[in-house]
């Protein structure tokens, strides 16, 4: 919660924040930043694509404007600290990347594509994103943030090892150019104007080999960026370790590193150069008209600031922001009168802020504001204005504000009737395909969110000076554990109604209850719930009841849904009226310490899905690993899960054992654990292992099998892909379900992942897949008798497809757990 605050008050985003306190040796970087007219944007395809030391060494050495575009939100990866995945694994990657920023300082951007998972080929990403779209978002954001250079991550070529990251490169090379030329995307000319960056650059690596390796290509020049920053008591590579370290949930913790740190810049396009990445760019006051007598007065600022007392800076920065109003360049004037607001009110030692009396409204509710503000300085400030943007409530004062004069204000207002929900904004509508977000709001393409709907917008006489600063209206409290904390305030529907299972699997032709989780934003409130069904399905009763008495309770409502006679698959939409109308909003909350609160109110359904499937086993031992929804599935079968331990004395209850993704990768117990498991299988037991990462195996000493394999990075991205039988009359393919290739339909992201390569005779490949032109792969399932029982290693990804209901993958993984029965 820490970053969190830092987050909402780091003011690296294009919109309205709190106001940020600076340090003594941070405002006097701000005041040497204020002097430097440049800019630059590092391009990649992921969160964690960046180089955080190249960032910080940019915003914080060079002082120049700098952003991070990244195409994606890292929507389709894995999550290392929760269950979520797709559109809230971007969600909960799109705060960690705005956590890094607050460290590393630069600005943080995205385009409307999607991580759909991993692809081996440019054309394959450009094919699903759609190129044009995705060029679309680049040129906008290069002519909006006019970068003077910019620096690619990767190569347009296979040596990026993604086919996401050679895209962003192919894609960046290609908007530089396009980004200057009127005849391109010709609609954006309407409030933007082209920009051609001066150069394009690639920061290279060495891809796992040595990262200090000077390139062997082009024309190219080095930079030392390890250097130490006595205004800040850090190094650029420490500040990059922090913020590194923020992506969290793809486990990316690193330690500090100091001391001298060389990276390389291969040219790629535009004027070349020699020694600097801003060769050749007049990056000083002189390249705006009128700038001298700015540069002057700026370094004035510089000479007299006085640590000890901020305030005495006050007068000269208000000449300052006077002088650059009057300049003609409208983009350095305004990010320079934005830099400087930020001083002014800095030096000035202002903080003001303001809290609505509940988190969590409706539309159409009553809100008490509370407005507070302080002024830690003798310098003379006046406020004469709160504007309540959203709640169209304006309020007029002329407040004379003293020294460490805390000052506070109720305002009564309510939100409009005709108030949206909170949601992030690109998940607002459903996808336009597999590959790219609808954003209808040509404004918000590529912000990381959507400024806050309810601000509170301050308007001071500072030194004499009018200006004005917007803030979110952010809900505060305090935790009595760790103190004041905030989060963002919401605007709910009235009652949400979430299904308590996502899918709901009908393995015969019995009914079967589905629950839903009823909770209420406002009071009093009642109405009925009901169920929207597809021909064939039938639901008792029609409809349940409720009412709330009290804001944020829950009730739990059952339906007895019945499936058809049929194999089918479908959807059932829970719909809850009020004598407000009718809705269709579950609600997500997602809680961690290193991001705010966030939450999601996705659309009320589930999928059901009717199968003719077998089962014969039915209590199940499960080893949990990252993100694991798996547990879930088995349970839509009828088993009996139970999570292990480790400590369990008698294995021999469970008529099969599963290891979850990576648990071998993440879990210190695995080793203890292997003997346990090997000799349950030996005793006549089935143990499952599915996908594991082959590094750091948590020091397995030997196989995580009872015969040795290797792990390899083979996977098959085209989930598509045919899939043939190596042993099509092994029991897995047979009993008690009979496979087929029509359970290889439907499937989602990717056959699988992480295959193994290599395996001892004991093993018995049963599976082969492979993407177009390349070579088959056979070791996505290898079966093994060993003892009495068996054991499976398979790399299909099956911790998709089941969560998300894919009937044979559900037929397949049946038989898996019930070798043996």
């Not at 409208?330 to 509940?358: D, H, M």
């Not at 394999?709 to 045919?722: G, I, K, N, Y």
Request: charged letters at 25%; aromatic letters at 10%.
């Amino acid at each position: 919660m820490r970053l969190f605050v830092a987050l909402m008050l780091a003011g690296t985003t294009c919109f309205a924040q709190l106001p940020k306190p600076l340090a003594p040796g941070e405002i006097a970087l701000q005041l040497k930043k204020l002097n430097v007219l440049g800019s630059a944007m590092y391009v990649a395809a992921h969160p964690d694509d960046e180089n955080t030391a190249m960032l910080a060494w940019l915003a914080k050495e060079k002082n120049v404007r700098t952003a991070y575009l990244s195409l994606t939100r890292g929507d389709g990866g894995q999550n290392l600290i929760g269950s979520e995945q797709g559109d809230l694994l971007g969600l909960i990657r799109t705060y960690e990347l705005l956590a890094a920023r607050s460290i590393d300082g630069p600005e943080q951007y995205f385009s409307r594509a999607n991580d759909f998972g991993f692809s081996k080929t440019t054309e394959e990403t450009l094919q699903i994103w759609g190129k044009e779209a995705v060029l679309s978002d680049i040129v906008w954001r290069i002519r909006k943030f006019r970068p003077d250079v910019m620096i690619c991550r990767f190569p347009p070529d296979p040596r990026a090892g993604h086919g996401n990251h050679s895209a962003s490169a192919a894609l960046a090379e290609e908007a530089f150019v396009r980004a200057g030329d009127p005849t391109q995307f010709p609609e954006q000319l309407k409030t933007l104007q082209p920009w051609r960056p001066k150069r394009i650059v690639w920061n290279t690596f060495s891809f796992g080999v040595n990262p200090a390796q000077r390139p062997t290509e082009g024309t190219w020049f080095s930079v030392e960026i390890g250097g130490y920053n006595p205004l800040l008591a850090t190094s650029y590579t420490e500040l990059a370790a922090e913020s590194r370290s923020q992506h969290k949930s793809q486990g990316f913790g690193v330690p500090k590193s100091r001391g001298i740190k060389i990276e390389y810049l291969v040219h790629k396009n535009g004027d070349k150069a020699d020694k600097d990445l801003f060769d050749g760019l007049d990056i000083t006051w002189s390249r705006v008209k009128g700038g001298a007598a700015v540069q002057a007065l700026v370094e004035q600022a510089v000479q007299s600031f006085q640590p000890a007392n901020p305030g005495a800076l006050v007068p000269q920065l208000t000449k300052i922001y006077r002088q650059v109003d009057q300049l003609e360049d409208a983009y350095w004037k305004e990010e320079k009168k934005k830099q400087l607001r930020q001083l002014i009110v800095a030096c000035a030692g202002l903080w003001f802020e303001t809290n609505p009396s509940e988190y969590a409204v409706t539309a159409g509710d009553p809100v008490r504001l509370i407005t507070s503000f302080v002024k830690r300085s003798e310098v003379p400030v006046t406020l004469t204005r709160v504007r309540f943007a959203g709640f169209n409530r304006d309020t007029t004062l002329s407040v004379s504000l003293g020294n460490n004069e805390y000052q506070r204000m109720e305002t009564n207002v309510r939100v409009p009737a005709s108030a949206a929900i909170t949601q992030p904004y690109w998940l607002t509508e459903p996808k336009m395909g597999k590959g790219m977000y609808r954003v209808d709001d040509p404004a918000l393409i590529g912000l990381p969110e959507k400024p806050a709907d309810y601000q509170a917008e301050f308007f001071f006489t500072v030194d004499g000076l009018p200006l004005s600063w917007q803030v979110p209206v952010t809900y505060k409290y305090t935790d009595e554990v760790r103190g004041e904390l905030y989060r963002p305030f919401e605007i709910r529907p009235e009652v949400t109604a979430t299904p308590a299972e996502k899918v709901l699997v009908f393995p015969d032709g019995k009914a079967k209850e589905y629950s839903i989780v009823l909770k209420s934003s406002k009071a009093p409130v009642s109405g009925e719930v009901s169920l929207a069904l597809p021909a064939g399905w039938k639901a008792e009763p029609a409809g349940i009841p409720f009412s709330f008495g009290d804001k944020f309770r829950e009730q739990v409502v059952t339906f007895r849904l019945t499936p058809p006679a049929q194999a089918a698959e479908a959807s059932v939409r829970v719909n809850v009226k009020t004598a407000a109308g009718t809705g269709s909003r579950g609600i997500y909350e997602i809680r961690y310490e290193h991001i705010p609160p966030l939450t999601v109110f996705p659309v009320a359904e589930s999928k059901i899905v009717r199968l003719s499937i077998e089962n014969k086993a039915k209590r199940i031992g499960y080893i949990p690993g990252a993100g694991d929804e798996v547990p879930a599935a088995l349970r839509q079968l009828g088993c009996d899960v139970t999570m292990l331990t480790g400590r369990e004395a008698n294995l021999s209850t469970f008529d099969a054992i599963v290891v979850g993704v990576r648990a071998y990768n993440m879990e210190g117990r695995m080793e203890n654990i292997q003997a346990k498991l090997m000799d349950y299988v030996k005793a006549g037991g089935t143990v499952v292992v599915q996908y594991q990462v082959n590094s750091n195996l948590q020091k397995i000493s030997k196989s995580i099998g009872p015969y040795p394999f290797q792990l390899s990075r083979d996977r098959v991205t085209v989930e598509e892909a045919p899939v043939r039988f190596l042993k099509a009359d092994h029991p897995i393919l047979q009993r008690p379900n009979r496979i087929t290739e029509a359970d290889f339909g439907n499937w989602i992201q990717e056959r699988g992942l992480y295959f193994a390569n290599e395996w001892d005779d004991h093993y018995q490949p049963i599976l082969s897949s492979n993407d177009p032109g390349e070579k088959p792969l056979d070791g996505g399932m290898l079966a093994a008798q060993y003892g009495k029982g068996w054991y499976v290693f398979t790399g299909y990804a099956f911790f998709r497809e089941l969560p998300a209901g894919v009937p044979g993958a559900y037929r397949l993984f049946a038989n898996l757990i019930s070798l043996g029965k």
